[in-house]
């Protein structure tokens, strides 16, 4: 049976292990590149067979927060440019998440200071989960309530389509092993998705066939742009962030992606499990989307080893992420192959700032590596 620590195929690639580092926003570039700091983060955990970047913004558009490096201009793809040869000089692999955040955006992030958008003009609830980190007019950073949205035109669905392909087509240039198109945690995927927040009367709104439309549209972009061998998707199917509130048809909506994902090839799906209520993404829910798609599966959320190992040998998932666990134990592979403590990470440094918090963690047995810049 496989193990946590067997390789995989992904694609053209042969991972290490079956342990991915799961995006993670940690806000630290105000001028929206990766630099060298950020190649250095990356570069300190590459042992993980697979790396997800953080989200990475498609457009001006697409912005939901300061300091998070976007990949739509020639400047911010050489910024990623400087992570991919850091993490391939490690031996590790590493994709792009393509993000738009649609509706959970401000004015002030805006193009023009415009509304953000979404499937429709649907506010988030004020609520302080729902706050954006926007820079105010004092010009100070702070968190705000999210601006109303307006629904996107079709003429400006397609142009969001485009934006996907052609930050997949900068992710590539930059060196990056395939690319991860971000349709998860109540962002605007999710927002077309979900009938509760998505009352549009058009093609993209109404039955399940037409919520799932933007997704399947992405995606057929994106593998037209890349190759299908190099894309694939993170979904959260009973994720209930940023007013994703749940709906009857959920399990019928993700199993008619997994439907149109199996049938394009895509090199995985990225579950994320995020259940309000703690409980697990049910196993009978993995085996019905494990019956429909054939390519490799990834589970995040909250895993420990011990789950990550008896999932990958049920044959459940194929790929276990990790996030909170990466960000203060760059060495988490070895660490979960010798059975060594973990480092709690410090809250208070997840976003923003510099050094500290970021790639100051040492690994468990200091050595050359833990002093590189």
């Known amino acids: 049976m496989p193990d946590l620590f067997d390789p995989i195929?992904?694609?053209?690639?042969?991972?290490?292990?079956?342990?991915?580092?799961?995006?993670?926003?940690?806000g630290r570039r105000p001028d929206e590149r990766a630099d060298a700091m950020t190649a250095r983060y990356y570069g300190q955990r590459a042992t993980a067979g697979l790396i997800v970047t953080e989200g990475t913004t498609v457009s001006e558009q697409a912005r939901g927060g300061v300091s998070v490096p976007g990949i739509w201009t020639p400047e911010q793809t050489a910024g990623w440019r400087l992570v991919t040869e850091r993490v391939h000089a490690?031996?590790?692999?590493?994709?792009?998440?393509l993000w738009h955040v649609g509706r959970l955006s401000h004015a002030a992030l805006q193009?023009?200071?415009?509304?953000?958008?979404?499937?429709?003009?649907?506010?988030?609830?004020?609520?302080?989960?729902?706050?954006?980190?926007?820079?105010?007019?004092?010009?100070?950073?702070?968190?705000?309530?999210?601006?109303?949205?307006?629904?996107?035109?079709?003429?400006?669905?397609?142009?969001?389509?485009?934006d996907f392909a052609a930050a997949a087509r900068n992710a590539i240039d930059a060196?990056?092993?395939?690319?991860?198109?971000?349709?998860?945690?109540?962002?605007?995927?999710?927002?077309?998705?979900?009938?509760?927040?998505?009352?549009?009367?058009?093609?993209?709104?109404?039955?399940?066939?037409?919520?799932?439309?933007?997704?399947?549209?992405?995606?057929?972009?994106?593998?037209?742009a890349v190759g299908a061998d190099?894309?694939?998707?993170?979904?959260?199917?009973?994720?209930?962030?940023?007013?994703?509130?749940?709906?009857?048809?959920?399990?019928?909506?993700?199993?008619?992606?997994?439907?149109?994902?199996?049938?394009?090839?895509?090199?995985?799906?990225?579950?994320?499990?995020?259940r309000p209520d703690g409980e697990r993404i049910d196993e009978g829910f993995l085996r019905a989307f494990r019956s429909i798609y054939s390519g490799v599966l990834l589970l995040a959320g909250g895993l420990d080893k011990t789950e990550a190992t008896d999932l990958i040998a049920r044959d459940l998932i194929d790929v276990a992420a990790f996030g909170r666990h990466f960000i203060a134990n760059p060495d988490l592979v070895r660490r979960l192959a010798a059975d060594h403590p973990l480092a709690e990470p410090d809250v208070a440094t997840f976003y923003g700032g510099g050094d500290a918090g970021y790639v100051d963690y040492p690994p468990a047995e200091r050595d050359a590596d833990a002093a590189r810049p």
Do not use: C, K, W
């Open 9 to 26: 195929r992904l694609g053209p690639a042969t991972l290490a292990n079956r342990i991915a580092m799961a995006p993670m926003t940690r």
């Open 90 to 97: 490690e031996g590790g692999h590493v994709f792009a998440q």
């Open 111 to 162: 193009p023009g200071g415009g509304s953000p958008v979404s499937s429709s003009a649907t506010p988030l609830a004020d609520d302080p989960d729902n706050r954006v980190f926007a820079t105010l007019e004092d010009g100070v950073p702070g968190f705000v309530r999210a601006t109303p949205p307006r629904a996107l035109e079709l003429a400006e669905i397609a142009d969001v389509v485009g």
């Open 175 to 224: 060196g990056f092993d395939g690319v991860e198109i971000h349709g998860a945690n109540g962002y605007l995927v999710e927002q077309f998705l979900n009938p509760n927040i998505n009352r549009r009367e058009d093609r993209y709104g109404g039955s399940i066939e037409n919520r799932s439309r933007l997704a399947i549209e992405l995606v057929d972009a994106v593998a037209a």
């Open 230 to 274: 190099r894309v694939g998707i993170r979904l959260s199917p009973f994720g209930r962030g940023f007013d994703n509130a749940a709906y009857a048809e959920t399990v019928d909506t993700y199993l008619l992606l997994a439907r149109e994902l199996q049938e394009r090839g895509v090199v995985y799906v990225h579950l994320n499990d995020q």
